[in-house]
C-alpha cells in the first residue's frame, strides 16, 4: 500500500459526460501529480499541485481541470467525455517542492475510466 | 522536451538475468527513475540515478551514463513475479514531474 488513495476504483459513464476523480495523497506529501495511461501509450503527465497550487503542466486537455483543496487532497474534473478519454487515471504524491530535488513519487491504484 | 527510448518486449527465462536499455534525450534532467508496473496496477518505485555509474539494490541494479543519454535496468534471479512493465522516467530539470518512456513488458517464463 503506497498510501496514496484513489476513488473511485472504476467509473463507467457515457460520451458526453462529466466525472471526478479523487486522491488523497500520503500523509506529509505537498505536491499531487495526475497521469493518463491509455491501453496503447506509456504514463502522460497531466498536472501537478503543490501545497494548493498548479506547479507544472503537461498533455493535459482544456476539457480537463483539476484542484488540490486546502486538506491536500486533489480532484481531476473530465468534462465531454469522449470515447477516446477511456484510460487509467493515476494520482502520485511525493513531498517535491517543484525545486528538482529528488523527490520519489508514490503512486495510487488509479482510476479506471471507461466511456461509452 | 524529452524523447525515452526503450524496447517493447523482453522475455527471458526464470533465474536469469536481463537487462533492459533506456535511451533518452532531454535539454536537462535531474535524474532518471526506474518503476516496475503489474498489469493493471499502479507503477512502483525500483530505482533512481541522478550520478553516473551503478546503483546496486538487490536483484535489481540501475545504470546511468548522463554524457551518452543511455540508462539500464538490469534484474538477476529472475523470478515469475518479475513479469510486469518496467518503465523508465526522467525528470526534468527544475521539476518534480516524471516524463515516462512507453514502458517495456518483461515476460518471464519457467
Known amino acids: 500500500d503506497s498510501g496514496v488513495t484513489q476513488t473511485p476504483k472504476h467509473l463507467i459513464t457515457a460520451t458526453g459526460q462529466r466525472v471526478t476523480l479523487r486522491c488523497s495523497p500520503r500523509?506529509?506529501?505537498?505536491?499531487v501529480y495526475w497521469y493518463q495511461q491509455s491501453l496503447d501509450q506509456g504514463l502522460q503527465f497531466l498536472i501537478q499541485y503543490y501545497n494548493g497550487e498548479e506547479r507544472a503542466k503537461g498533455n493535459i486537455l482544456e476539457r480537463f481541470s483539476a484542484q488540490q483543496f486546502p486538506d491536500l487532497h486533489s480532484e481531476l474534473n473530465l468534462s465531454s467525455l469522449e470515447l477516446g478519454d477511456s484510460a487509467l487515471y493515476f494520482c502520485?504524491?511525493?513531498?517535491?517542492?517543484?525545486?528538482?530535488?529528488?523527490?520519489?513519487?508514490?503512486f495510487g491504484q488509479g482510476t479506471r475510466l471507461t466511456v461509452v | 522536451g524529452q524523447n525515452i527510448d526503450q524496447p517493447t518486449e523482453m522475455t527471458a527465462t526464470e533465474g536469469a538475468i536481463v537487462q533492459i536499455n533506456c535511451t533518452y534525450q532531454?535539454?536537462?534532467?535531474?535524474?532518471l527513475f526506474w518503476y516496475q508496473q503489474h498489469a493493471g496496477e499502479a507503477p512502483t518505485f525500483l530505482s533512481y540515478n541522478v550520478l553516473d555509474g551503478l546503483e546496486e539494490k538487490g536483484r535489481f541494479s540501475s545504470f546511468l551514463s548522463r554524457s551518452k543519454g543511455y540508462s539500464y535496468l538490469l534484474l538477476k534471479e529472475l523470478q515469475m513475479k518479475d513479469s510486469a512493465s518496467y518503465l523508465c522516467a526522467v525528470s526534468p530539470h527544475n521539476t518534480d514531474k516524471l516524463i515516462f518512456g512507453t514502458g517495456t513488458r518483461l515476460q518471464v517464463f519457467p
Open positions: 532531454t535539454s536537462g534532467f535531474n535524474g
Open positions: 500523509s506529509g506529501d505537498l505536491s
Open positions: 502520485a504524491s511525493s513531498v517535491g517542492a517543484g525545486g528538482g530535488s529528488y523527490t520519489e513519487a508514490f
